[in-house]
């Protein structure tokens, strides 16, 4: 029977080859930068235009343990972005069991701490960067939005970015079920978070210790029972604390259901797509 890493990286595109594609099907970001220095300390910047736009920051799922940026070489986000005309960025980092969680977590804050700092010579508008994550990739995003000590580390704030998009995350809140299934349990969420301090990896306990400092925050999942679960958690836990956020529900209750919120994210006419254009655009209105 085939691993769940060769499953995965079959049906999200999660190859490790992806680095080496190349031709007309497969668009190249216009440079890549190292934010540290392990291999997966890299993000991938597809630049809009050079005067300073708006930057949409995305971050890979694959349950904590698999995943590569480079899916966007050919999905819908990078042309999304552009069609707004943002600057799109995919990161990298360093994955469980190579480190824990918290680990991934502080890898994504200094790879925004990058962006962030280089802002002017990209043609960033550091007034106007918003966080994406798919999966476990929204709630490694929805950490690092909701924990100041992740991007204080680096003399940043969460209030810093102006926004965060979490899709169909799980553990949000990893003390309560995040999915129905005792083998994807085991084979998904306990390498992770089997024995962790839960409060620390938790973006609801660092919402409930730290009070209004996140910033506003769009929440999209699936029908299912128990991302839907999650997902009213953390939206619960942001308007506990007075934060701003939104929560749409889509159907489907499916795995794949599951990956198509990501792999058609950016299409025209796909409700999701049309609810973030949306929310993207207000919020910076406001």
Known sequence: MPSLRTIANVLLGYGRKA?????????????TLAYGNHPLHALDVYRAADSPKPLLVFVHGGAW??????????????????????HFAALNFRMVPEVSVRTMAEDVAAGLTLLFARADELGIDRRKIVLMGHSSGAHLAALVASDPALLGAHGL?????????????????????????AQLQKRLLDPAFAGADLA????????????????????MHTASGFTGAQARLLEQALKNSGDRVERHAFPGTSPLAHIRLSRWFGRAGFPPTVVAQSWIEEILRD
């Open 19 to 31: 680095e080496t594609r190349s031709g007309q099907r497969f668009r190249q970001p216009s440079l």
């Open 65 to 86: 343990q698999f995943g590569d940026k480079t899916r966007r070489l050919k999905d819908a986000k990078v042309p999304f972005a552009h069609g707004l005309g943002w």
């Open 157 to 181: 704030a969460p209030g810093d970015l102006a926004g965060v998009i979490a899709i169909d995350g799980a553990a949000y809140d990893p003390g309560a079920p995040s999915t129905g299934s």
């Open 200 to 219: 620390a990896l938790s973006p609801v306990a660092q919402l409930e210790a730290n009070g209004a400092s996140a910033p506003p925050f769009l929440i």
